[in-house]
């Protein structure tokens, strides 16, 4: 069974503390992304990663970074936390070979920032 | 400027009857169509999908349809059911990226 796994479920955080989401997929996927998602907006894209060590910025990656060290680990860092950060973190994988353009999304975190 | 667009927030159904979600996209170069469906608390799940050259594509109760003239696509669900009730996002590839509705909340009422 294909796996998109997010470190934590929920997390609870103060304003200025730094934060790591960290995403690990077993499916050899070279593409991986980092979504957030608020009510009434969507899935808005923060991050993307098409290679180890390659990222690209989405449409919000304000106060936000990535690292991608290893192909199958995709992190997302917070470096101070703000309030207008809470929101639920979507990570997704998908490969370039796929015929079907899917995306497969981990069960995301919810974070919290007080 | 949003790529793609899900112009109702919310659907209520009767259980056992059609839920007709649609979403409206602007570019004519996407490659694939996907529905997502998404519990509280929980990742998106993908639901069915559809390749930019065909018009229809079916699974089981669910059926999206593409009109490409019109940058159209729709989910029909048939027949509803209460487990059904969830956030449905449309989505579209192209270039390895994805772009996101913004979701439709379908109730199904039991």
């Known amino acids: 069974d294909v796996k998109v796994t997010q470190s934590s479920r929920y997390l609870v955080k103060r304003t200025g503390e730094k934060v790591f989401l960290e995403c690990v997929q077993d499916?050899?996927?070279?593409?991986m992304f980092w979504y957030r998602q608020d009510p009434g907006l969507g899935l808005r894209l923060i991050y993307f990663?098409?290679?180890?060590?390659?990222?690209e910025k989405g449409d919000i990656p304000e106060g936000y970074s990535v690292s991608r060290e290893k192909k199958e680990r995709f992190s997302l860092i917070l470096e101070s936390a703000s309030t207008n950060q809470t929101s639920m973190y979507l990570c997704?994988?998908?490969?370039?070979?796929?015929?079907?353009?899917?995306?497969?999304f981990g069960e995301g975190s919810r974070l919290t920032v007080l | 400027d949003q790529q793609v667009k899900q112009n109702s927030p919310s659907l209520s159904v009767q259980e056992g009857r059609i839920s007709i979600l649609n979403c409206d996209y602007t570019?004519?170069?996407?490659?694939?169509f996907l529905w997502y469906k998404k519990y509280p608390a929980e990742g998106p799940t993908f639901l069915i999908s559809?390749?930019?050259?065909?018009d229809k594509n079916e699974d089981g109760r669910f059926t999206v349809f593409l009109n490409k003239s019109a940058k159209h696509l729709s989910l029909h669900i048939v027949p509803s059911q209460p487990g059904d009730s969830a956030v449905y996002f449309c989505?579209?590839?192209?270039?390895?990226?994805?772009?996101f509705g913004t979701g439709t909340s379908l109730t199904v009422i039991p």
């Open positions: 990663s098409y290679d180890v060590k390659m990222k």
């Open positions: 570019n004519s170069m996407f490659d694939y």
């Open positions: 499916m050899d996927h070279e593409n």
């Open positions: 559809i390749s930019s050259i065909k």
């Open positions: 997704a994988s998908s490969s370039i070979r796929g015929n079907t353009g899917e995306l497969f």
């Open positions: 989505a579209a590839s192209g270039g390895n990226q994805f772009y």
